[in-house]
Structure formats: structure tokens, C-alpha cells
């Protein structure tokens, strides 16, 4: 996720925003830049790759100024390069930015035809055109030329401005992307978090949704965009700088847990068309005429990522009414599948280097399939290989066991199978609109679901020191239980076997009584009777039960030893809130017993070998 610093004051600026932009390395990013007012004009150094690249760029260009900003980039919008990294500069202004502009299409189209000549890819520059065109020159202090430019924008940013005529003002503006001040002696700074301002002040203060503020060496002021001043003194933080790379979190792990909802709704964003009941669908690469010809889809990934595909398969049978199969990446590629040019293969992976799903994407894209990939890390090798790409906006996942990764894969497989069933009339635009709120109302019941977290940390008090467990689901369900189970063996490496519900009779009941505690994924759904039947055989075994249920739903409350609630929901959208509680579980699981949960024994974040 992009990072931003700031800096106004009396020192030299260059120094203060490369030690900021360092400590703000942990999001994760792919570039890097500096602009840098010298008293007269704004100076600008970018470089491709880790700051060391920047700071090697700066030795042979310095830049000389007492303001300026900087910027690590984490590419949503074009592919990483010197010409997309950040600061953007148009005319007399430069800018930094954190986000997505949802509306960027439409206002690039219209820029374009007033003769504005775009040097990147991004929507950032975008909004430096604008904030540069409201400026004129400074005819207006800047920070009414950007309020008057964020009137046009829809979106989520964290903005920080500088311009030439203003040398000592930076500009900064913030809608549901991250935004700190700081305030120092005589030297004001900002940042996309606490660690990168911690070095100079504990004075700080939180930018709301819809507020801008103007810094100066001597001060600041705040006002929302619509003009109303805001009145909001700095608060004192004592985090340590380890405490605030996580966010005041233990770890990363807990700390992507609880950005789920801001990841569904970042990967949502601007990608609804309610007026249609569908999707945004020019990154996919399906043109009409190829999304008639298909007649099977095949789901290819592996590990977390795998189990999004079945539930992805759910979906694209049940709305797009396509064949639908599921594939192990690392077994497919050993077998000789028979892809064939009618087939859709859909290759998730939340590093989009996995080396088995890249070798099986290649393997389909030879027999002339249309291969579609769904990643987190833009212009990484699978969907460079793709004939198109859903990018899922997580923002880069730190810890190794895949969270928020997870969650927004599922909602990038759910807006595909909308797409494909609107697109060849299988599905109703009635169907597609409760769908698609279902889905807009989602980030919101997450957070009821973490709301949770303390009472799925006692569940894990109880069974912390459990050898094994048994995870059950159905339908929906039956992926989760898959996924919650992987999440406890890869970090608290206690043996978990995630099974379909039904299957439980077919074998895995042999091994309940009293010490296997069983999970069990019961919402309150079309499945639950039949789900509710097992539990009873479990509990007639004298195993114990933990079921993630739906609140208020005082039958299955009855029926299980430990609950793990989650808000009522439709039906189709439940495993992005059923996912929560286990992954709560097994992160509590873990660490009472003190695994080292962020980088957990023998794994790897991105498995590039076979
Ligand atoms: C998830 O917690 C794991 N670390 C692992 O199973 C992972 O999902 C798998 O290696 C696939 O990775 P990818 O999504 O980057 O392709």
C-alpha cells in the first residue's frame, strides 16, 4: 500500500522524508520519489524498486528545500515504473497520493480534451492536472485549488500537495485512505502512519474522512472539504516504533485481520455499476464474443487461494450457469489436462508468482485457453502471462497466512461469476442487484463480526492446547472449514483436517469423542438443517462443538458448546463474514501457545519453486 511523508519546516526536507518513507517500507511498495521545494521551484527524483535506488538517484541529484514530500508507491493503477512513481507533477504543483480514484476514466477523457498531455498511467496524476488547473498559476491559495479539485473526485485518497508559488504550505486532504499529522517545533509533517512521523514529534493528529488541512512551519488548519473549520488539538502517542509499524497491533497477522473490511471495499471500488447490475469489466480481457464461446471454467490455484476457487466455483455454477472445476495448480500441471480455446481458466494467487500456478497458466494458454488472472500484486508474473487481470486491493499482506488476501479474492471470484452470468443472460438484473448490495453491505458486517474478536479468543483459551480438531462445513461452508483448518496447522502447527459435513460418516466420525473438539461452519442458511444433523452426531459422540453461527439464531446457540457469532446475511455472501471468526481463532490459538505468527516454521510468503 502506497506510503506518504511530508514535511514543512526549517530543516532540510530530503533526509527527514527518506528516514519517514523507511519506516513505512513494511506496507510494502515497488517505487519511490522525493519532490522537494528549493525556495524557488519543486524538484523531482523518482527511482523503480527499494528506497536504496532513491536514496543512490538523490547522491548524484540532490535535492536542496526545507519542504517536500515522499512517496512509496504500491502500483494499482499502471505497472511499476520510473513515469508511474509518485510525486506526479502538472505545472505548478506536485502531488502524492494514496488510494484510488474511482471516477479517473471519465476525468482523464475529459483533461485529454482540453489538450492535457498525461505522462503516467495513474489516476494520481489525475488529480495533479486538477488540482493544478483550480491553482492557476495561483490565482487561488492552494488549498482552495484543491478543494475545488477534490469536488470533482470520487474515490479514496490520502493527498498531499506542494506548489511552486507557495514554498512554505503543503496541502493535504483525506476519504478512507489514512492520513497523520504531526506537529513539531516550528516543522509541521504528515504521514500515511504513525511510524513515519515518530522520529520527530509524538504530537499527532488524525485527518477524518472528508477533512483537508493546511501545514505550515508555524502551524496548521483544518476545515472538512466542504469549508466547515475543524477544531482538533494533536494527541500524545507513546506507541514504541515496533507497536506502530502493526498498527498497535501484536502482529501482522491480527492487524490484516481486522483491515478486511477496508480490503473488500478498496477491491469493490469503482468497479459497481448499479445502474446495470454488474461489473466494471475492461480488465478482464472478455470481450463478448469470447465470454459466449466459453463452455467450461476452470479454477487453478493453490494453498488459501485454492479455497477461494471452490467457493468461486459455487458461485460460477450457481449464477453463470457454467460447468465450473476446480484444480490444485501443483497436480494439474503433472497431469495432461485438456484445455481447450472454450475454456475459461481462472488463475488466483495473492503473490502472483506462485511457480505452480504459473506453470499451469501456461500450460492453458498453450492449448488456447483464455486465461484470467485474479492477484494482489500488480504486474507480477501470472497475470503478466494472462489474457486479463482482476486485481484484488488488499494492499501487500505481511504475514505469511493469507487473511485479507483471502477474503478480497473472494469478492473478485463473486463479481466474476456476476459478470459472466449478466453477460450471457443467466442471470436475472433483479438477482444481480441483491447480490451486488449483499455484497456493498459486506465490509460493514465484517466489522460486526470482529466486533467478536474477545469472545473467540476465550473459545481459544478453552482449546489452545487441542492436538487436533476437525473443521465441517457445507455448500458455502465446506471451503471455509477447508481454509479454517489450514490457517490453525500453519500457525499454531496443531493438526487440523477441514472435511464436508456430509462426508463426516464416511470415515472422520471414527475419530470423535471427547478430546476432538470439532468446528463446525453452521450459518443460519439453506444448508443449516442438514449441517445442524451432524453436529448432533457429533454431540452424541460426546464431541465438543464450535460453531460459527448466525447471532440471535437460538436453535443452533442451544445445539453448540462454544458459538462464534456472525450477523444475519444473504446467503451467497456469507463466507467472506464465516472466514472471520476461524481466522480469529486460529491467530488467538497460536498465539497463547507463542508461535512466531507473522512468519510461522517452514513457510514461505511466496512459493516460487515447485
Ligand atoms: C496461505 O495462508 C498460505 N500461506 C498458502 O497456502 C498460499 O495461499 C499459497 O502458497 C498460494 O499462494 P499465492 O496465493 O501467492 O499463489
Not at 502506497?2 to 510494502?28: H, M, N, T, W
Given at each position: ?11 532540510q526536507a ?10 513505512l ?12 521545494h ?9 527511482a ?40 506526479h507533477?502538472?505545472?505548478d ?8 480514484i ?40 492552494l488549498?482552495?485549488?484543491?478543494r ?29 485512505s ?30 477524518e474522512?472528508g477533512e ?8 496548521y ?33 491480527l492487524?490484516?485481520?481486522f ?38 471454467v476452470?479454477?487453478?490455484?493453490c ?7 471452490l467457493?468461486g ?27 481447450t480455446?472454450r475454456?475459461?481458466?481462472v ?26 488472472a ?9 497475470p503478466?502471462e494472462s ?14 497466512a ?15 461469476a ?40 476465550e ?18 461452508g ?9 490457517k490453525l ?5 496443531a ?7 456430509g462426508?463426516?460418516k ?12 470439532v ?8 444448508q443449516?438443517?442438514?449441517?445442524a ?33 456472525i450477523?444475519?446475511?444473504?446467503e ?25 505468527v507473522?512468519?510461522?516454521?517452514n513457510l ?7
Amino acid at each position: 500500500m502506497c506510503g506518504i511523508v511530508g514535511y514543512v519546516g526549517s530543516l532540510q526536507a530530503a533526509p527527514i522524508l527518506i528516514d519517514g518513507l523507511r519506516k513505512l517500507e513494511y506496507r510494502g511498495y515497488d517505487s519511490a520519489g522525493l519532490a522537494v521545494h528549493d525556495g524557488q521551484d519543486i524538484h523531482i527524483v523518482r527511482a523503480v524498486g527499494k528506497l536504496n535506488n532513491l536514496a543512490r538517484a538523490l547522491e548524484s541529484r540532490p535535492l536542496q528545500g526545507c519542504t517536500g514530500l515522499g512517496h512509496t508507491r504500491w502500483a494499482t493503477h499502471g505497472r511499476p515504473s520510473e513515469p508511474n512513481a509518485h510525486p506526479h507533477q502538472a505545472g505548478d504543483v506536485a502531488v502524492v497520493h494514496n488510494g484510488i480514484i474511482e471516477n479517473h476514466v471519465e476525468l482523464k477523457r475529459e483533461l485529454e480534451a482540453e489538450g492535457v498531455k498525461f505522462s503516467s498511467d495513474t489516476d494520481t496524476e489525475i488529480a495533479a492536472h486538477l488540482v493544478n488547473k483550480a491553482f492557476a498559476g495561483g490565482k487561488q491559495p492552494l488549498f482552495d485549488a484543491v478543494r475545488e479539485a477534490l469536488g470533482r473526485v470520487r474515490g479514496a485518497y490520502a493527498l498531499a500537495v506542494v506548489s511552486k508559488q507557495s514554498p512554505d504550505v503543503l496541502v493535504v486532504a483525506k476519504s478512507a485512505s489514512p492520513l497523520v499529522i504531526g506537529v513539531g517545533e516550528g516543522e509541521m509533517l504528515c504521514g500515511s502512519d504513525i511510524p513515519a512521523l515518530l522520529q520527530h514529534t509524538r504530537h499527532m493528529l488524525f485527518l477524518e474522512d472528508g477533512e483537508m488541512a493546511e501545514l505550515r512551519s508555524g502551524g496548521y488548519r483544518i476545515e472538512t472539504v466542504d469549508g466547515k473549520p475543524v477544531d482538533r488539538k494533536p494527541k500524545r502517542i507513546d506507541w514504541s516504533p515496533v507497536q506502530a509499524e502493526k498498527g498497535g497491533f501484536k502482529h501482522f497477522m491480527l492487524k490484516e485481520i481486522f483491515e478486511q473490511p477496508r480490503a473488500v471495499e478498496d477491491t469493490l471500488r469503482g468497479r459497481v455499476l448499479r445502474e446495470e447490475g454488474n461489473f466494471v469489466a475492461a480488465e478482464l480481457g472478455l470481450d463478448p464474443e469470447t465470454l459466449q464461446k466459453i463452455d467450461r471454467v476452470y479454477l487453478l490455484a493453490c494453498g488459501t487461494s485454492y479455497h477461494a476457487c471452490l467457493n468461486g466455483r459455487y458461485w460460477i455454477e450457481a449464477l453463470a450457469r457454467i460447468p465450473a472445476q476446480t484444480e490444485l495448480a501443483s497436480e494439474v500441471r503433472y497431469r495432461e489436462p485438456v484445455f481447450t480455446d472454450r475454456d475459461l481458466v481462472v488463475a488466483v494467487s495473492q503473490s502472483g508468482e506462485t511457480a505452480d500456478t504459473l506453470a499451469a497458466v501456461r500450460a492453458a494458454k498453450e492449448a488456447g485457453a483464455h486465461v484470467l488472472a485474479i492477484a494482489n500484486v500488480l504486474d507480477s508474473a501470472i497475470p503478466r502471462e494472462s489474457h486479463g487481470a482482476l486485481y484484488t486491493h488488499a494492499g501487500p499482506e505481511i504475514g505469511v497466512a493469507s487473511t485479507k488476501c483471502f477474503t478480497t479474492q473472494l469478492v473478485a471470484l463473486l463479481m466474476l461469476a456476476i459478470f459472466i452470468g449478466r453477460g450471457r443472460g443467466k442471470l436475472s438484473q433483479e438477482r444481480a442487484d441483491t447480490l451486488i448490495q449483499a455484497l456493498v453491505e459486506t465490509p460493514e458486517r465484517m466489522r460486526q463480526v470482529l466486533e467478536h474478536a474477545d469472545t473467540v479468543q476465550e473459545v481459544a483459551r478453552k482449546f489452545m492446547h487441542a492436538e487436533h480438531m476437525l473443521f465441517l462445513g457445507r455448500g458455502l461452508g465446506f471451503p471455509i472449514a477447508l481454509e479454517g483448518a489450514l490457517k490453525l496447522k500453519e500457525i499454531s502447527y496443531a493438526h487440523a483436517e477441514g472435511y464436508a459435513a456430509g462426508e463426516m460418516k464416511h470415515g472422520p466420525i471414527a475419530l470423535i469423542d471427547e478430546n476432538m473438539p470439532v468446528v463446525v461452519v453452521m450459518p443460519k442458511d439453506s444448508q443449516y438443517e442438514k449441517t445442524a444433523s451432524n453436529v448432533q452426531e457429533v454431540k452424541a459422540r460426546l464431541g465438543q462443538v464450535i460453531a460459527v453461527v448466525t447471532e440471535g439464531h437460538q436453535e443452533a446457540k442451544d445445539l453448540a458448546d462454544y458459538c462464534l457469532p456472525i450477523p444475519e446475511a444473504n446467503e451467497v455472501v456469507l463466507p467472506l463474514l464465516t472466514v472471520l471468526p476461524l481466522q480469529l481463532l486460529s491467530y488467538y490459538v497460536a498465539d497463547l501457545k507463542g508461535t512466531d505468527v507473522d512468519q510461522p516454521r517452514n513457510l514461505a510468503k511466496t512459493v516460487t519453486v515447485e
